[in-house]
């Protein structure tokens, strides 16, 4: 990532082009995998935005397989986060380059507190997860 995106804090994780593909009802959010194609490969992620969100989240497809949401907002100055392709971590999109790793931990940078991850359940096509 260029150093002028990083001091805009312009991150490279999109949102889905299928905007119906998830759905929150006040306490869970749900997303629709089958309609989520920016997800569809391990080591992909998408952030998922909108008004009726208390909370920008990101998802993860984990390098490992596996299926990781977190507030996509970095505990240091509030930026939002892109995974490092094959490394299983987060880094934010800001010039102090904080990273995390998959259970939201500090790894090194800026920040000095955790991220937020939350409970995800995968059940056939439809990942729920618990804000």
């Known amino acids: 990532m260029s150093f002028i995106k990083r001091l805009l804090g312009i991150c490279?994780?999109?949102?889905p082009q299928n905007v119906h593909c998830?759905?929150?009802?006040g306490k869970e959010?749900?997303?629709?995998l089958s309609m989520a194609p920016e997800v569809s490969q391990a080591g992909s992620a998408m952030r998922i935005e909108g008004k009726t969100?208390?909370?920008?989240?990101l998802v993860v497809h984990g390098d490992d397989n596996e299926w990781y949401v977190f507030k996509n907002k970095c505990t240091h100055g509030g930026r939002r986060l892109d995974p490092l392709k094959g490394e299983s971590k987060?880094?934010?999109?800001?010039?102090?380059?904080?990273?995390?790793?998959?259970?939201?931990?500090?790894l090194g940078g800026?920040?000095?507190k955790n991220i937020v991850g939350y409970p995800v359940e995968l059940n056939d096509k439809t990942l729920t997860v618990k804000l």
Not at 22 to 25: A, G, H, L, S, T
């Open 12 to 15: 490279q994780t999109e949102i």
């Open 22 to 25: 998830w759905n929150y009802d």
């Open 29 to 32: 959010l749900t997303v629709d």
């Open 53 to 57: 969100l208390p909370n920008r989240v």
């Open 90 to 106: 987060l880094q934010c999109c800001s010039i102090g380059k904080s990273e995390f790793d998959y259970q939201g931990n500090i």
């Open 110 to 112: 800026s920040a000095k």
